[in-house]
């Protein structure tokens, strides 16, 4: 929020509506059905603060991280189902706990940006240590 205050931009404000739309996602329940949209623009929103990027590469930013965000919704679909969480999967009548299917795409998207941005395999390797050793880490 200090960067919105300090230097707003129409793309810094883009950013945090986003950021504070998929932050509010499990409270208002319209917001959890479209949490990979908001997620997948907020992902696209934060590359245009710091680079440019041609729209091809944009669109792809967003679609892909719109589709790991969807897989993630799956992957919680039977806890957001007990808990009352309005997910897109819950909300079609997905309500089965899929554990594999987004550590599967996190590993895919990983390998595609690797591949996109030309890093070595050593990068990839690392990222998915990281991912691996984290991955409980993270809140669901």
């Known amino acids: 929020m200090a960067a919105v205050l300090a230097a707003p931009t129409i793309k810094l404000l883009i950013f945090f509506g986003l950021a504070v739309s998929y932050s509010l996602k499990k409270r208002i329940s319209y917001l959890g059905v479209i949490s990979p949209l908001l997620n997948g623009a907020l992902k696209a929103s934060l590359v245009l603060t710091v680079t440019s990027v041609g729209l091809q590469r944009l ?73 691996a050793l984290t991955y409980r880490l993270t809140p669901r």
């Open 59 to 131: 669109t792809l930013i967003f679609i892909v991280m719109t589709i790991r965000n969807l897989l993630g919704d799956v992957r919680d679909a039977e806890k957001d189902a007990k808990e009352g969480v309005y997910s897109l999967p819950v909300v079609i009548g997905y309500r089965r706990a899929t554990p594999f299917v987004y550590p599967a795409g996190l590993g895919m998207s990983s390998t595609l940006w690797t591949v996109i941005g030309g890093l070595p395999f050593w990068a990839l390797a690392a990222t998915w240590s990281i991912q």
